[in-house]
């Protein structure tokens, strides 16, 4: 039954990142604006929002599996709908100053959900720690998009 837990947990980030994806992706013009240094090639971010996606699963997996606080489930759930309406924000709206200021409310929301998740177990949030560092890259991304192609 255990195995039953982590698969819903995985497939819901997993199949809500693919919908995301591909409701952005005819408006994806990544390749198209002048960018930071440090910006990757636009093929890896599905290749790490992937590995992220199921990280997260992984966690909350975790969590779930051991009577998951009802607090944590509403941060996990608020970050992971903050998470997704980013790329629609970014991409489909073309709003990359509102897009920037909504990703800083998705850091904080990881930072909290992070904690949250090390109180109940140790694993599930450090599992977690490179999504942060994903997400502050990602801040760091679109500042610099939104100066360089006003």
């Known amino acids: 039954m255990k195995y039953k837990i982590y698969l819903k947990s995985i497939l819901v980030p997993l199949i809500l990142g693919t919908l995301v994806g591909l409701i952005t992706a005819k408006s994806m013009d990544y390749n198209t604006l002048i960018k930071p240094?440090?910006?990757?090639?636009?093929?890896?971010?599905?290749?790490?929002?992937?590995?992220?996606?199921?990280?997260?699963?992984?966690?909350?997996?975790?969590?779930?599996?051991?009577?998951l606080d009802s607090n944590c489930q509403k941060i996990y759930y608020t970050q992971l709908i903050v998470n997704l309406l980013w790329s629609i924000i970014f991409f489909s709206l073309k709003l990359r100053f509102m897009a920037f200021l909504w990703i800083i409310l998705l850091d904080i929301l990881v930072i909290l959900m992070i904690r949250c998740f090390i109180k109940n177990n140790k694993v599930s949030g450090y599992l977690q720690i490179l999504y942060l560092v994903w997400v502050l890259f990602a801040t760091y991304l679109n500042l610099a998009i939104f100066i360089l192609n006003r």
Do not use: C, H, Q, R
Not at 46 to 54: A, Q
């Open 37 to 67: 240094i440090l910006s990757p090639p636009g093929i890896i971010f599905p290749i790490v929002w992937s590995i992220l996606y199921i990280l997260m699963g992984i966690s909350y997996g975790i969590l779930k599996e051991n009577n």
